[in-house]
């Protein structure tokens, strides 16, 4: 099956026969169980307006579900709405437009509200366009549902958000300001999207003020300026109708021209089905006949499933007003519980009234104004950051109070709320970034930020510092400068070769129980990790890195705790990207463009993730025999002639991983093969053409990998061509560092001495410069890099 571990991005062989019943039944049971049904007692879905389907919805939707022909897009025009779920779909439309208060109105059901958003815009867009206004700006709040600022980005629309004032709706002035603003910016058409029911607060911009205004404006700038109005009533429009009749939000005002709902929200019905509801006329703005069918297309999709059209009829019409007012009222009643839990919980707590919505929300009195993450992990909980009433900003949690929560889950809420507040207080803050003694020298000032060999950093949990506790840490790769944390540093004096040493570490009192301990010259620096970093780490318990006297040029050794040799590694390059050979005994890897970055997830807390984005990678393995080189894998995964962004958060990589490579590949050789071996020749012609890739030293470039002799050259000749890099390395170099090395075993750190490992620090050092990378200019353009090869065992 797919390989989850490596983020879903490796295929995986088509199944060449059908599962049997019963593993099929299992492969379902098992994400059946995984998925937390709305009574688990671990998962209350506090944060999100989610409910269970109403059982109207569900049944007729599962009776239209097999039937195909139930297909309400724009390939079965045939019965012209009149007929079967075409016809439903415009009956429950034209219901939800009478709650609107709509006169008349076009639309079709959607796959939710962001789809909806989409079309709304489009259509905005369109119709300014139509009366020659080219220049179109898109104006809205900043905590406007990212849908909107998504449209705007595919629409192709200058966007203008507002930033959110003391009420966090958009206020009136706000808005004139925002139209003169983009006026005087040269718009010619002008889209508003506002908001009935924001998701982080339930609250409803002053739609009817607000539609007014631009209505005025409208008709003072009739030559001038086009303007549209939108409302994203995906939250309020299942609701407010029932909650506040008299909330004037939607097409009793003029000036509003299009709405999105999403009854898959407070409409009770099943994933997915949104509405998309505008001013009768407008839909002829996305409105087209297909040059090849000549059927008339109106919508952003093409099929759209029919049995959504007969569950939301059923839940419109089965319903009715009294239907959708009585589960409201349901709702309201819970949000007050919620309101009384949280105020016992924290009776300074801020809570913001948001009148007619299901929603509390809480500025929480603990530190930061957050909860601890048990507490928000089970009960779905996002923090946002919004103003606050005595000036500036701070935490916000939001509280749904949705059609499937019972009394009991918030008595259990009420519980948990006491204690995660008082767990919260209890917290202590995390100490500021520290600097080391000023008067060290010059690049010992800020080591933490100088050190640029990425390890696997640890991070505990308050009071838990024992990696056999479960939960123990998160390991990543981390670069020190971003931990917060200060290194005290020490002149040590000068050591048996005469370099000048500082030795340094989280604390110089107990130098080897508390993460790492470090020698550093003016050319070397040396890491030993404690016993928890070992524990974890991937690269061993040793780090050497030393300096070529070449900004651009480093060369790395890891040992295994047991003193064993791990790899030597040769770096090049100095911006975001390098390039580089490691060699380990049985393998030599090259990285090419390779970028790697550790970081806080979030200010303030102990979540760490990391990035590796590699753009080609090329394995040898070295087999103990003879044998030809043969190419065992070749993956071409990307393309490095176009841009993509790298390092996104750990968080944001929920469908993608958090490790990318353009091109991966696997030869395999016996260290002994006499034979010359070229990888552009053991590739197939067509693969070999798509060998590009991105180069620490040369930028975009045709990587090449060959042997010959025990020695392996790298080229890369840059695009277009211009400069050629070689790098070349002796593939037993590994082999003979084994050899060489004196055994030098930190499995019990606390028995080390500082002395003795700035000796072994020092001896270690000298044993890497001799195997060095060297860099020479050849010619102008071409620059030729070499690892000094042959030093002799
Ligand atoms: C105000 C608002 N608009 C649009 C959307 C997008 O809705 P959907 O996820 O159905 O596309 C949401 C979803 O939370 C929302 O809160």
Known sequence: MGDLENGWTISDTFPAAGLSPSELTAGLDRAYAETTGWDDPTVTRLGFAMSAPHEVALSAWTRFLALNSNNVGVHTPFGAGRAGTRRLEREALLGLAGLLHADSADGHITSGATEAVLQGLRIGRNAVRADAASRVTLITSEFAHHSVTKAAEVLGLDLRTIAPGPSWVIEPEQLAQAVEAAVAAGATGIIVALTAGYYNSGLCDPVDQLAALLRRRAVQLADQVRFFCYVDAAHGGFIFPFSDPALAFDFRNVGVHAMALDPHKSGLLPYSCGVLLVRKGLLGHVTEASPVTGIVDSTLTGSRPGAAAAALWATVFGLGHAGFTAAIQECLRRRDLIADAIRAADPEAEIRPAPASPVVVAGFSTPDGLLPKEFTERYRLLAVSAPAPQGGRRSYHHFYAGHSLTDEQIARFATGLSEAVAQARAARARPGRGKADAGLPEQLRDIAADTDCFRHYIVHPPGRRDPDEPGYSFHTFLHRSTTGEPLQVREWGETATGRQAHVYAPDLADPFGNELFGVRTADYYVEVLDRSQQKLSLVGGVHFCVGTGDPGERVLMNLESTGEFRSLEYKF?????????????????????????????????????????????????????????????????????????????????????????????????????????????????????????????????????????????????????????????????????????????????????????????DHGADLIRAHAAVRSTDGGTETVLATAVGVAA
């Open 573 to 761: 390059g100095e911006g975001e990207f390098t390039d580089e050979i490691q060699c380990f005994r049985d393998r030599v890897v090259v990285k090419l463009g390779k970028s790697a970055r550790g970081f806080r997830r979030r200010a303030h807390s102990d979540e760490y993730s990391f990035s590796i984005d590699t753009s080609f990678e090329c394995t040898v393995e070295l087999a103990d025999d003879d044998r030809p080189a043969r190419l065992d894998m070749l993956r071409v995964s990307g393309d490095p002639l176009l841009p993509r962004r790298t390092h996104l958060l750990r968080q944001e990589y929920q469908r993608f991983p958090n490790r990318f490579f353009d091109i991966e590949c696997t030869v395999v050789v016996g260290a002994r093969s006499a034979d010359a071996w070229r990888l552009s020749d053991l590739v197939a012609a067509s693969a070999a053409d798509a060998l590009v890739a991105r180069s620490g030293l040369v930028g975009r470039c045709v990587p090449d990998v060959s042997g010959n002799a025990g020695e392996l050259v790298v080229t890369t000749a840059s695009l277009p061509a211009g400069r050629r890099t070689r790098m070349t390395v002796d593939t037993g170099v590994g082999q003979r560092m084994a050899r060489l090395l004196p055994v030098f075993d930190v499995s019990e750190p606390e028995r080390l001495r500082v002395d003795d490992v700035v000796a072994v620090a």
